[in-house]
């Protein structure tokens, strides 16, 4: 009885329909009438801030190998300036991390761990990209399958952000590696008048986390108060 050997060059075209079948691909975006796609476009800014808004939070953080921790964070946006300005507390008022984003971040303090390196630049991305809107070019937008408006962006760093808006006004935004990989994940909750009364943040990969923001409250700021000064430390009083 003839025993049948694969070839060398079937087992490489194996192996190259294996790897392609275990690649990541992005949720489908199902389009909808033309007339209607205004309206989904605009659906999809509403989860973020078109004038400047201080936001006072807590802060429940998990890492990986269980250490957990309980903050509080304060974080002022200038959506026209796209500025950033956040501070990382103890509960009772000890400074953290102070860091501030103008095109670039410049960071006023850090104590451990928030002085790791690259921390400061992953945070700064991290609150960027939950309260402005993507810079990156709008590629598509329609539903997904559960009805949910949504839309893509491209970013410039190879990065694909999805935002979608669910039936009761609560959002996510999914951020991609251009290998389709998720990269991070945020989901909004309790949403009144437009700002979520908690937020869920999850980083994926070598960036695994979890973080959860409790609104304690949320204010309205003048745009001169983009020049307030950094935040007082401990040291300053000595």
Known sequence: MKVFEPSIRWILVLMVMALFSSCSHLPVINHVDPAAAPDTKERCLRPFLDVPYRFIHSLEVSFPGGRTGTL????????????????????????????????????????????????????????????????????????????????????????????????????EIKAYSSSHDLLRKIRAFDVQTGIPGMVELSGFGFREYSLRLNLISAEAVSPEANHMRPAKTPEDDE
Not at 78 to 107: N, Q
Request: hydrophobic share 40%; charged share 25%.
């Open 72 to 171: 509080l964070g304060v974080t002022v946006v200038y959506p026209a300036e796209k500025t950033i300005h956040s501070v990382i507390m103890t509960i009772e008022g000890f400074l953290l991390f102070d860091a501030r984003y103008d095109k670039e971040v410049r960071v006023n303090r850090a104590v451990p761990p928030f002085n790791a390196e690259q921390f400061a630049g992953h945070m700064m991305e991290d609150v960027r990209l939950m309260f402005l809107a993507p810079e990156g070019k709008l590629v598509d937008a329609g539903v997904y399958t559960d009805g949910s408006s949504v839309c893509r962006y491209y970013g410039n760093k190879d990065t694909i952000v999805d935002v979608s808006i669910h039936k009761d006004e609560s959002w």
